[in-house]
């Protein structure tokens, strides 16, 4: 590895619900800095912002006050086309409910990132490289999402979220509803996936699961702790 | 193109949902083109039927008496009639245009073995070329016994110049066939045969006076000058006679027409703001649905636009797709419905031939309603993809 760069920087991080019932503060003055190539493990109880930190990371939301730069861009002062755009070229996204598209098939599930940023479709070797590398069996490719198992849909998943080459992986929860068997063979996927220099930071409460990964980053109610 | 797929799968995703929203703009759509097609046929139907009369002002007995009978009882219809010194007083006013007193009945008509009613209309010899013209044979010469028949009598039963028809005990020669005239305002001769005004008041002795007089007038600028002297000799002290000019009568017979294609056009755009409404709540359902699928996409990288425009493309999909299918009803339905027309308006005459189905007017009816069809739909589509659009991507991944 060359000389560690920050990929992902929050410097007193606040995110704040407003609810009627009053604020809720999901992070509190975060600090964290994640190094390009790191595999991160945030563990928590429920509601301890665990989610929060994982969206915000994802450019799916922006913080109430402080500074969140993803990949040296300041995210508070993007739009909301430049976020959906950061998130395309530059995270992908591995879901505990696999979130693939029903209407779309295995091959078109994984191109899809790549037809929104290239706008072009059209299977080519790298979707296949992929899927051989997530491990799908050819005679899957054309089968639609409910005709897989959770095991096969989450491998699909990956290979997705890898289509665009990010350099950044969000996994939240990944293997949470595969049984430990599959679940395994996701976490072996992802490690390889990090030793090929992938910086992933993924959302778990199984410390078994988090294991997997070279830091672990606890929060409670907010916090690091 | 993906979003293109991507909306006619979720189509047919649902298919009984987006067959029903389409059956709306198809009943939209069918509509207006049908309604406006029949519309335009029944118009260019009417403009051929209708004889340019030209300049005629015609008076008719005021059969509306007032105290006893009622307007339009068939009493006072059948005794009213223009008596001969009214026919002078008309020609009085007429300041030097042709009159031509005009004396109708029905009676039974033989020809060969075949019989039937026909009109016989009694005109002074000297005055049937002035209103007729003729498509074969002589006109009548003063005193003679013969007849001229009309054009689609004529073609009915066979009838030539030369040959011979009996109306009711009278046997006589046919010296001539009338030429085509249509609905007039004036004299309708095409059902009718004409003889002259002596040899009817023989046939006909309990007949008296006459039926209508007309005043051809050949300049257009005299016409109300005329009208008016009419009126004023003729209803200064009672209303004895009513005086309409063919022109006029024309003008209304085309409002009425037009306020029908109107009104029938009126008809189909309800219907298709109805499948506006239907088209918009199946949107709304569909992205409601689909929350969840819509966070995914904008979590992997889907523009707040390209969601939009995956659902108006739904929205033009079911536009298209039910405008196709409504333009093909209408087209053959306008057909139908012009047969129907011509069938109906043209019975007995020979206008058929002439009336079009396909006329320009009526393919840019059912384009136009296709097109109006495409553009309702889509902007039915506008809110729901908007609101889709505009959701953020973690409220819609909530679901």
């Known amino acids: 590895m060359n000389e560690p760069e920050t990929i992902i920087r929050f410097v007193d991080v606040s995110k704040i619900y407003p609810l009627p019932a009053g604020d809720v503060v999901a992070l509190d003055h975060v600090d964290l800095e ?89 299977c080519d070797e790298a979707c296949l490289e992929l899927l051989d590398a997530v491990g799908l069996e050819p005679e899957l490719h054309t089968h639609r999402p409910a005709e897989l198992s959770g095991g096969q849909q989450q491998r699909v998943a990956i290979a997705r979220a890898l289509i665009n080459e990010p350099e950044i992986l969000l996994a939240d929860e990944p293997t949470g509803n595969l049984d430990t068997k599959t679940g395994e063979g996701i976490m072996d996927l992802l490690t390889q996936m990090n030793r090929r220099g992938k910086t992933i930071i993924m959302v778990t409460h199984d410390t078994n699961i988090a294991a997997y990964a070279h830091r672990r980053v606890h929060l409670v109610d907010g916090r690091i702790a | 193109m993906i979003f293109f797929s991507f909306a006619t799968r979720n189509l047919r995703r649902h298919m009984v949902r987006s067959f029903l929203a389409t059956l709306g703009i198809v009943i939209g759509v069918f509509a207006i083109a049908s309604l406006g097609v029949m519309g335009n046929s029944i118009n260019l139907l009417a403009a051929g039927l209708i004889a340019d009369v030209g300049d005629t002002v015609v008076i008719t007995p005021h059969t509306a008496l007032g105290g006893e009978g009622f307007v339009g009882d068939p009493r006072t219809m059948v005794a009213a009639t223009i008596s001969e010194a009214d026919v002078d007083r008309i020609e009085r006013a007429a300041g030097g245009n042709p009159v031509v007193a005009v004396v109708e009945e029905a009676a039974d008509l033989r020809v060969g073995n075949e019989g039937g009613y026909a009109q016989v209309i009694g005109l002074a010899t000297d005055d049937i070329p002035d209103l007729l013209d003729l498509s074969e044979g002589n006109y009548l010469r003063p005193g003679s016994p013969a007849a001229l028949v009309g054009s689609v009598l004529a073609e009915e039963y066979g009838i030539r110049a030369g040959s011979r028809i009996a109306l009711g005990d009278e046997e006589m020669r046919v010296a001539g066939v009338l030429e085509e005239r249509g609905f007039a305002f004036d004299i309708n001769p095409d059902y009718a045969v004409v003889i002259e005004r002596d040899r009817f008041r023989e046939q006909f002795p309990e007949k008296k006076g006459y039926d209508y007089v007309v005043i051809t007038v050949a300049d257009p600028d005299e016409m109300e000058g005329v009208k008016a002297a009419v009126e004023n000799l003729m209803n200064r002290r009672d209303e004895t006679v009513d005086v309409t000019d063919s022109r006029e009568s024309l003008n209304q017979v085309n409002e009425i027409y037009d306020a029908m294609g109107r009104f029938l056009l009126g008809i189909g755009a309800v219907s298709l703001v109805i499948a506006a409404v239907s088209i918009l709540n199946v949107m709304i359902i569909s992205v409601t649905e689909r929350r969840h699928e819509i966070g995914v996409m904008r979590s992997i990288g889907a523009l707040r636009g390209e969601v939009m425009r995956m659902f108006l493309y739904e929205a033009l999909v079911l536009g298209i797709a039910g405008s196709l299918i409504g333009g093909a009803l209408s087209f053959v339905g306008g057909y139908v419905i012009s047969l129907a027309a011509i069938a109906v308006f043209t019975a007995g005459t020979t206008f058929a031939e002439g009336a079009t189905v396909f006329d320009p007017l009526s393919v840019a009816y059912i384009l136009g309603a296709m097109l109006f069809g495409v553009v309702t739909s889509v902007a039915a589509g506008v809110y729901p993809a908007w609101q889709a659009a505009q959701m953020t991507p973690i409220e819609a991944l909530r679901g």
């Open chain 1, 34 to 122: 994640i190094e390009a190539g790191e595999f991160v493990a945030v563990m928590g109880p429920s509601g301890s912002g665990k989610s929060t930190l994982l969206n915000l990371i994802g450019c799916l939301d922006t913080p109430s006050s402080g500074t969140l730069s993803i990949k040296g861009k300041d995210i508070g002062t993007l739009s909301d086309d430049d976020l959906t755009r950061l998130r395309r070229d530059h995270i992908g996204f591995i879901f505990q409910q696999f979130n693939l598209i029903p209407l779309l098939d295995v091959i078109e599930n994984v191109e899809f990132p790549r037809v929104l940023k290239e706008r072009r479709s059209g």
